[in-house]
């Protein structure tokens, strides 16, 4: 079946770094699209970044360019996310996600960030 | 980016339907039919219900069903169940390899 396992997340002080990943497993992952996605603490769903099936090309949403980068590695099936001068309001809850006719399709559990000094 | 627009509230009582409208622009709801609808629990990773407007993943119930007119797009519940009781969430492809994600609805069972 479908897995998708976030790891990575913490405690980081304000300008600070974080790098997540994502382990897939269960399906042909150099075939699908890949989300991250986060949720801050009582908040709803934002989207974060997209990267292509085959690493070409990553795409992020305004609040988040510039400091973070996706990327991907199809021969370890893995999915990650590289936050630099995090802020407060980066605080959340990342879930990596498969992309399916631009739908985030399967999601992992997720794993929680914590911007704070 | 601006968030697409969902009422913050809906309730009904079981076996009643309810209807969530999501409320964008033609440069996302009303320009692409790829709007999709997901279900969250509490403390639980989001559930596609949704996508392409109005088609079901394998193993969401049909009592999840899409519609989409102009730039609004809509999910209706039907014999709403004590266990719809949940967030949902719209989302829509935009312009650029961009993607949206509506406010949140949270849905109550009488």
């Known amino acids: 079946q479908v897995q998708l396992v976030e790891s990575g997340g913490g405690v980081v002080q304000p300008g600070g770094s974080l790098r997540l990943s994502c382990a897939a497993s269960?399906?042909?992952?150099?075939?699908?699209?890949m989300h991250w996605v986060r949720q801050a603490p009582g908040k709803g769903l934002e989207w974060v970044a997209f990267m292509r099936y085959d690493g070409s090309r990553g795409f992020y949403a305004d609040s988040v360019r510039g400091r973070f980068t996706i990327s991907r590695d199809n021969a370890k099936n893995t999915l990650s996310l590289q936050m630099d001068s995090l802020r407060p309001v980066d605080s959340a809850i990342y879930y990596c996600a498969r992309n399916y006719h631009y739908a985030f399709e399967e999601w992992g559990q997720g794993t929680t960030v914590t911007v704070s000094s | 980016q601006s968030a697409l627009t969902q009422p913050a509230s809906v309730s009904g009582s079981p076996g009643q339907s309810i209807t969530i409208s999501c409320t964008g622009t033609s440069s996302d709801v009303g320009g692409y039919n790829s709007v999709s609808w997901y279900q969250q629990h509490p403390g639980k990773a989001p559930k596609l219900l949704i996508y392409?407007?109005?088609k079901w993943p394998s193993g969401v119930s049909n009592r999840f069903s899409g519609s989409k007119s102009g730039n609004t797009a809509s999910l209706s519940i039907s014999g709403l169940q004590a266990e719809d009781e949940a967030d949902y969430y719209c989302s829509s492809y935009t312009t650029n390899n961009i993607w949206v994600f509506g406010g949140g609805t949270r849905v109550t069972v009488l």
């Open positions: 269960g399906f042909t992952f150099d075939n699908y699209g």
């Open positions: 392409d407007v109005n």
